[in-house]
């Protein structure tokens, strides 16, 4: 293990796309209820859709246009304009747009993440830092059973990331120094922010985030001090 | 299961004395220090000592006296006025005073409580409601094994119970309604003042929380939904 890693105590996952596979847990859910509503609607698409108005979403609270609301709300925003978009607003009442939401709380986690988290977690404090909110995360966790000593989100700082904030609120509540705490990530935006408040940083590739057919940016950048496949990875190199 | 009780969903525990057994784990840590040290004194007296100037210094924070402060900064307070006064203050050395004050860190749990919080934890999500700081609540958890789903602390609202705001914010935080929360505690002031706030409430009895001697008011009262002796009959009483 390089030298400096033996001062990290405690790991600060992102989570959609870096626990858990999004695009493939939204894309079944659409089929599941594209079937059993005779919708012909392209679900990837649509998952993209989802995802891509995510970080627009967030940049309206971050810049002030709009007010602090929470992901639950910026996605449901982001459906409804969806469900316009594709043609299918009259299939969903508010009831079952609320109930499509939550899908979002029911994502199904990478291969290795389980398993991965519970070596890591006989080693370090492991927790979430997301943009989630912290209702979501808690039901992701018990969804997908994943073993967080602590769930940190966005909410409890009313800063998303990559606001200084989220990442230095979660350093202080765990009372430790930036230096003890590793921010793991699928995206090097999140890796970068983290790494300017003094944090240490972990890429996980993650490949097929986006689906089998984008180029995902899954480059290993020596600025980050760990680059990995998967979560057994970076437990091995952790030495957990 | 009585009918109202169906519509929890979500447990909120307080921890000192509810979950853990503060004052066994500090006289021993204090028992052993002494040995070391070869100090006379009454531990027992000490820990009851340390226990007792923590609703004084969480008053000086709730009524402005002092500016917000953790309970691990409280706690250090309480514990170089207590060295003072059992004349030991020499004894110890900053170090040595900043690694004792840990020992609320690593207080063992009431023989019950992990198995009860295991078995709660399949039906419901479970979480931390304490005065103590994240931090605290994290290092204990791992020392303990108590598997919580979400660990909520007076830190994140920076406000102490039973102040409001500390119930109120944990219930917005998981997305529920009051009615749909239970407050858990061996107290009946933390169990009143949630109750205030709409929730749900059950008392605990932990007779021996202050020791064989002390005639701790451990009746049940007609009020709280459920009066139990401890965690394994409180999952009975929720059919869990």
Same mark, same amino acid.
């Given at each position: ?26 894309? &079944? ?16 698409? !649509? ?11 967030? *940049? ?24 316009? &978009? ?30 991965? /988290?519970?070596?890591?977690? &006989? ?7 997301? *943009?989630?909110?912290?209702?979501? /995360? ?37 009372? /430790? ?14 890796? *970068?922010?983290?790494? &300017? ?5 972990? !890429?996980?590739?993650?490949? /097929? ?17 760990? *680059? ?13």
């Amino acid at each position: 293990m390089k030298k400096n890693l033996q001062e990290v105590r405690a790991l600060l996952f992102d989570v959609f796309g870096t626990v858990v596979d999004w695009r493939s847990s939204v894309i &079944r859910e659409g089929e599941r209820l594209g079937r059993a509503r005779r919708l012909a609607v392209d679900w990837a698409a !649509f998952a993209d859709g989802w995802r891509a108005g995510y970080p627009q979403a967030m *940049n309206l609270v971050r810049s002030g246009a709009l007010p602090w609301q929470s992901i639950d709300r910026l996605h449901r925003r982001i459906l409804d304009e969806l469900l316009a &978009r594709f043609g299918i607003a009259e299939a969903f009442d508010e009831r079952e747009r609320e109930a499509f939401n939550r899908i979002w709380h029911r994502l199904a986690p990478w291969p290795d993440a389980v398993a991965g /988290l519970k070596r890591l977690k &006989r080693k370090f404090v492991i927790g979430t830092l997301s *943009n989630g909110n912290v209702a979501l /995360l808690v039901d992701m966790a018990k969804h997908a059973k994943l073993p967080w000593d602590v769930v940190f989100s966005a909410e409890l700082f009313r800063h998303y990331k990559p606001d200084p904030e989220a990442y230095l609120g979660a350093v202080e509540l765990l009372g /430790l120094r930036p230096w003890e705490v590793m921010m793991v990530a699928a995206h090097k935006s999140d890796l *970068n922010a983290a790494k &300017r408040c003094g944090l240490k940083t972990a !890429f996980v590739q993650r490949p /097929l985030e986006l689906g089998a057919k984008d180029r995902k940016d899954v480059k290993p950048e020596a600025r980050f001090e760990l *680059n990995v496949r998967d979560f057994g990875q970076l437990a091995e190199r952790l030495s957990a």
